[in-house]
Antibody
Framework: QVQLVQSGAEVKKPGASVKVSCKASGYTFTSYGISWVRQAPGQGLEWMGWISAYNGNTNYAQKLQGRVTMTTDTSTSTAYMELRSLRSDDTAVYYC?????????WGQGTLVTVSS | EIVLTQSPGTLSLSPGERATLSCRASQSVSSSYLAWYQQKPGQAPRLLIYGASSRATGIPDRFSGSGSGTDFTLTISRLEPEDFAVYYCQQYGSSPWKTFGQGTKVEIK
């Protein structure tokens, strides 16, 4: 069965960077994109961006341009999301999702806390 | 960017009642590329409906989606206790930019 397993919770100071991983299994990794979605405490879902696992093409939400980088490692079927210059309002649960148009499979989420 | 507006913000209903959730887009969603997700506290979202009206694998038939263009609806015919949750719509017609609505909470009355 399709599984997306994310890395564990992180605590970072303002200005630092975080890199979250998402290891996929149960399907051909390069046949789908991976999208990243975050959810601040008590808030809704925010689309962050997308990466093609086939060729590495990316598209990022305008508000995160310049601070976010999404990559993949096809040898390990793993996607990564790096967010730089962290601020307190980046505190959120970060999800990866298999992107076949809609998101039929999600990772379990990674809590990133930004606090001094 | 397509903005999705969901209404109402909160829906207070009893088990067995019918729930009707609305999602309105700021511009037409191409090819009815509209999805609905359910999220319970502490869990990742779960896909319910894609293509505006197709149920995802394993979703009970009490969940149905309808609509096209700018107006979409998720209907839960008879609420079960496990259906009380937050529901989000998402458009994926202007791929790869895939925006979400702000959510509708269905709570027990």
């Amino acid at each position: 069965q399709v599984q997306l397993v994310q890395s564990g919770a992180e605590v970072k100071k303002p200005g630092a960077s975080v890199k979250v991983s998402c290891k996929a299994s149960g399907y051909t990794f390069t046949s789908y994109g991976i999208s990243w979605v975050r959810q601040a405490p008590g808030q809704g879902l925010e689309w962050m961006g997308w990466i093609s696992a086939y060729n590495g093409n990316t598209n990022y939400a305008q508000k995160l341009q310049g601070r976010v980088t999404m990559t993949t490692d096809t040898s390990t079927s793993t996607a990564y999301m790096e967010l730089r210059s962290l601020r307190s309002d980046d505190t959120a649960v970060y999800y990866c999702a298999r992107d076949g148009g809609s998101y039929s499979n999600w990772g379990q989420g990674t809590l990133v806390t930004v606090s001094s | 960017e397509i903005v999705l507006t969901q209404s109402p913000g909160t829906l207070s209903l009893s088990p067995g009642e019918r729930a009707t959730l609305s999602c309105r887009a700021s511009q037409s969603v191409s090819s009815s590329y509209l999805a609905w997700y359910q999220q319970k506290p502490g869990q990742a979202p779960r896909l319910l409906i894609y293509g505006a009206s197709s149920r995802a694998t394993g979703i009970p038939d009490r969940f149905s989606g309808s609509g096209s263009g700018t107006d979409f609806t998720l209907t839960i015919s008879r609420l079960e206790p496990e259906d009380f949750a937050v529901y989000y719509c998402q458009q994926y017609g202007s791929s790869p930019w895939k925006t979400f609505g702000q959510g509708t909470k269905v709570e027990i009355k």
